[in-house]
């Protein structure tokens, strides 16, 4: 590997260039005309323009993408997390062309980006599935006889969904009839694949997900877990390591499931297994994500570890270079994602930064993908920065994380800044009971 195309943008470019610098790796930007003065095209080794703004013509544009990796002679392509990072026909044209992807192969990828399909691989795996019905149901009729049959709420879900898209939580029939046709039309919109299914809706739900590495070589390990359940419309806001909610015991047997699923579908690379766990302490596979998570930084602070210098050694084939007994948690690591949002409405809030200025603290580590005098578009995410605040133990990360909040600047647009300082100082995220519903249940107490 000796020149590293990454195909992706912002924040998640840079942590990959940083990593590709202290191993002596070259790397190639690609840019969208939005993004021509954006941190991440001056930091890399060379920069190929790719496009205009919207995606499907820039950083979904897989030929523009190829294209770029052969004219500046990249053998590798990492795809970042989001865009084509889960895209099994975007690694299937790496293969063809001779470049190296980094992450599993296509066929794993396939596999698990159908939600159907990887419940039914880790049922035949045994590890512990939401109870539900295998078969997508075709009509809003289907699905109401399956929800009667494992009894209400339940939860409608997109076949290929992602992101909290064509999820809806039903208390009752009419609330199935009404959202079944809005989530399939959503599905079919999003994802190219209307399939919906209906699950148990799990009671007092946390989303807690594993990491996981597997090399070449049948090595499989997992590096412990993150609890990610503060959401808002299902996408993550903030996380944390280790979770506050689990015991010595039920984190062992997550983490030991999360491999078993791994090693059921061969998995080579670093991914996240995610699960669901209700208030008893009982877990269910989720979902299986095939790529570096926005949330990554959570568990190399965590640990010490990093885990692109892992993607990369395990995409060069070499074994896992360590023991499972070696992986511990040695701080309590939070990562508080930054949006270019109403802290309100949490509706996007594009413009220019006038003024940009990330804390210096001991304890502190910022990924971010802007600069003041950056325009933040419409076009994208509207995630410009990670805090990721880290202490000798959880109440000590918290203190950390209020005062990165507290002394972070950025002015010219809004930002949820106000907001996340809120969910530090919450009674309920301090003792660490909150569950997926915290942000929901807040502001309806607010009203």
Do not use: W
């Not at 063809?96 to 691989?121: C, H, S, Y």
């Amino acid at each position: 590997m000796r020149k590293v195309l990454i195909a992706n943008r912002g924040e998640i470019a840079r942590r990959i260039i940083r990593t590709c610098r202290e191993q002596g790796v070259g790397t190639v930007a690609v840019f969208s005309d939005a993004d021509k003065d954006l941190p991440f095209v001056r930091e890399a080794d060379e920069a190929v323009h790719i496009g205009p703004p919207p995606v499907p013509h820039s950083y979904l544009n897989v030929e523009a993408i190829i294209a770029a990796a052969k004219q500046t002679q990249a053998d590798a392509i990492h795809p970042g997390y989001g865009l084509l990072s889960e895209n099994a026909a975007f690694a299937r044209r790496c293969e063809e062309e001779g470049l190296l992807f980094i992450g599993p192969t296509p066929e794993v990828i396939a596999q698990m980006g159908d939600k159907l399909t990887a419940r039914n691989v880790m049922q035949a795996a045994g590890v512990p599935i939401v109870p539900g019905f295998q078969e997508p149901a075709e009509t809003a009729d289907e699905a109401a006889s399956m929800a009667a049959e494992i009894g209400y709420p339940v939860m409608l879900k997109a076949s290929a969904g992602g992101g909290g898209i064509g999820m809806q939580i039903c208390y009752q029939e009419e609330d199935l009839r009404q959202a079944y046709q809005s989530a399939k039309g959503r599905a079919k919109a999003y994802f190219g694949n209307d399939a919906m299914y209906v699950e148990r809706y799990v009671d007092e739900p946390r989303h807690i997900e594993v990491q996981i590495a597997g090399d070449m070589h049948g090595n499989v390990l997992h590096i412990l877990e993150r609890e990610c359940s503060i959401q808002r419309r299902h996408q993550k806001v903030l996380e944390e390591s280790p979770s506050p909610f689990l015991d010595a015991d039920t984190r062992e047997r997550l983490c030991a499931a999360a491999v078993q699923a791994a090693r059921a579908v061969g998995y080579t690379g670093v991914g996240t297994v995610e699960f669901i766990v209700d208030g008893s302490k009982q877990f269910y596979f989720l979902e299986m994500n095939t790529r570096l998570q926005v949330e990554h930084p959570v568990t190399e602070e965590m640990t010490g570890l990093d885990l692109v210098a892992m993607q990369l050694d395990i995409a060069r084939g070499k074994p896992l270079a360590l023991k499972q007994a070696e992986i511990k948690a040695i701080r309590h690591a939070i990562e508080l994602r930054i949006y270019a949002e109403d802290p309100v409405t949490f509706m996007p809030s594009p413009g220019t930064i006038t003024l940009y200025q990330p804390p210096e603290l001991e304890g502190i580590r910022i990924d971010d993908g802007v600069e003041t005098g950056t325009q933040v578009t419409p076009f994208y995410d509207p995630m410009i920065a990670k805090v990721i605040a880290s202490g000798a133990d959880r109440a000590e990360a918290i203190e950390q994380a209020k005062k990165a909040l507290e002394q972070f600047i950025i002015t010219g647009i809004k930002t949820n800044l106000p907001f996340l300082l809120e969910v530090l100082e919450d009674e309920l995220f301090v003792k660490g009971t909150y569950t997926t519903r915290f942000i929901q249940e807040r502001k309806q107490k607010s009203v």
